[in-house]
């Protein structure tokens, strides 16, 4: 087994690398608070900026949005792999483009829409510049998705849906819902729940902002009363929307921006040897030099997950074990990297990004904050070991 990159896939990496160079926004990746695994510190959460709508449109014309999609739908026909490295190096630059139609409502589409429906939708998908949010979390439906109440009632051409969502991240600057709702309570959820595309233009739709622990509008509550959603919007078969949302969910676990951990750590290791304390440097300190160590260890061990599944996707095995694996490992490091930030920076790590004093652009001290969202999101911790134990050990479930 070799676990290193061959010629063709470092030199797709320099490709790469000198897209980023060449394309992402001036100053974007110095302003960027964003901490690998948080979902609370986008800054396009908090506005729809032209120069990274242009970004995501220069993405589409090089190809790199599509590259691993079949050639019949428009892609490059590229491998997972190679879309992996491309993954990798955007996250590290701290670029924009961590989007949920390219990596979750694609891929789903993909897999499950009629032919029809992947017409319609993929080639408006392809071009970047529609945003989608996840309508899955609802007041009391979270870790367990069966318990939700919105419902879709047919009527003629549309379904009429009535309930809410909550925790619903960047809803207030997207175009369209990704949306669950039960379309027959008769039954157990995994045979009466749809999967729909929702336009938030529709009547009906209210968006109400939530300020998370960081101070930024990243999610909401969003309500529906009354919406009609148009039939041809149900994603593949009435009634099968919650296999579609399990898959969906695998989708997003893998969805981590790997860079973002080894460039956060970089620049901690960075200022650790940079920095005196006490006349020394910090890396000097024996009990510093041993949390980063470890740290280095997990970054591979994440990394290492992170190219696995894409070989396994390669490789036409589906990454469901893997993808919880994935998304375990990453949020706990990204929680584990704050704190070993904060111990680094010491005082000055509570100084928050506005402040001229706050080392890192005061990255460290947002990002202690947003981790908490890493390991909740997209199902929590101990969400993944349920899964890593029933469906990878086949313990039983209680
Ligand atoms: C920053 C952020 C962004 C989010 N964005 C979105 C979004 O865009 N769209 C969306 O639909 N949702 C979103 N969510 C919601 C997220 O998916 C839910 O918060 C998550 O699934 C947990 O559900 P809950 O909050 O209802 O907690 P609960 O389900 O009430 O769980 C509370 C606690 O109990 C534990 N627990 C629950 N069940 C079990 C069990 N069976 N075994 C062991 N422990 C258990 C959990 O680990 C958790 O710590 C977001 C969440 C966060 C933090």
Redesign the pocket.
Known sequence: MDFKLDKKQLDFQKEVEHFLKTNVPPGYSEKSLYWPG???AILEFEERDPAVDRFRERMYEEGWTTMAWPKELGGGGRSMVEQAIFAERLSYHRAPGSD?AMLIVVPTIMRYGSDEFKKEWIPKIMKGNLRF?????????????SAIQTKAVEDGDDFIVNGQ???????HISDYGWMVARTDLNVPAHKGTSMFIVDNKTPGITIRPLI?IVGFH??NEVFFDNVRIPKKNLVGEKNLGFLYLMVALDFERLAIAIGGFRRQYEDIVKYAKETKRDGKPISENYAVRKKLADLAIEIEIAYMYFFKTAWMMDNNMHPNIEASVLKLVATQLSRKLAGVGMDVLGMRGQLNHDSPYAPLDGRVCIGYL?S????????????Q??IIAQRGLGLPRK
């Open positions: 948080g979902y609370g949920t949010w996840l309508a899955y979390s609802e007041p009391n439906a979270g870790s367990d998705l969502k909550i925790w619903s991240s960047g809803a998370n990243s999610f947003d908490i969202s890493a390991v909740i999101g997209a199902g929590a911790s101990e969400i070991r349920n």
